[in-house]
C-alpha cells in the first residue's frame, strides 16, 4: 500500500474533512435532486472514503464500485482546484488552501488506487 507520512496524512485529512465538511454545508443550500445537489452529495461521499482510508487506526472494506467512484469524483475535484489556483495571487489564503486541497486529493486518489488495487487482486484469487 502506497506509504505516506504521518504529517502528510494529517495535513491530507485536514484539507480533505474541510472539503467534506464545506460542501456538506453547501448541500443544505441546494433543492433536493438537482445535478448540483447530486454533484456535492457525490464529493461528500468521496471525501468520506479517503477519510476513511486516511484513518490508520481502521482497515475498511469498501465495494469496487465505491472505491472507483469516489476516485472519479476525487478525481473531478482536482482537476477543478488545479484549474482555479492560477486565478489566486501567490500566499493568498485562496491560494493556499486550493495548494493544500490539490496535494491532499493527490494522496487521497493514491490510497483509494492502492484500495481498489487490493481490492481487484483478492477479487482475482477467489
Known amino acids: 500500500m502506497t506509504e505516506f507520512a504521518p504529517e502528510e496524512l494529517s495535513e491530507a485529512r485536514r484539507a480533505i474533512l474541510s472539503l467534506r465538511n464545506k460542501s456538506e454545508k453547501a448541500s443544505g443550500k441546494l433543492k433536493a435532486n438537482t445535478w448540483q445537489g447530486c454533484l456535492v452529495a457525490n464529493v461528500v461521499k468521496a471525501s468520506d472514503v479517503a477519510l476513511s482510508l486516511m484513518n490508520a487506526e481502521t482497515t475498511p472494506s469498501f465495494e469496487r464500485d465505491t472505491l472507483h467512484e469516489a476516485a472519479a469524483v476525487l478525481q473531478d475535484v482536482l ?17 493556499t488552501l486550493q495548494q493544500n486541497r490539490i496535494a491532499a486529493l493527490k494522496i487521497a486518489l493514491a490510497l483509494v488506487a492502492a484500495e481498489a488495487e487490493k481490492s481487484d487482486d483478492e477479487r482475482s484469487r477467489t
Open 79 to 95: 482537476r477543478r482546484a488545479e484549474e482555479v489556483i492560477a486565478k489566486f495571487a501567490v500566499g493568498t489564503s485562496q491560494h
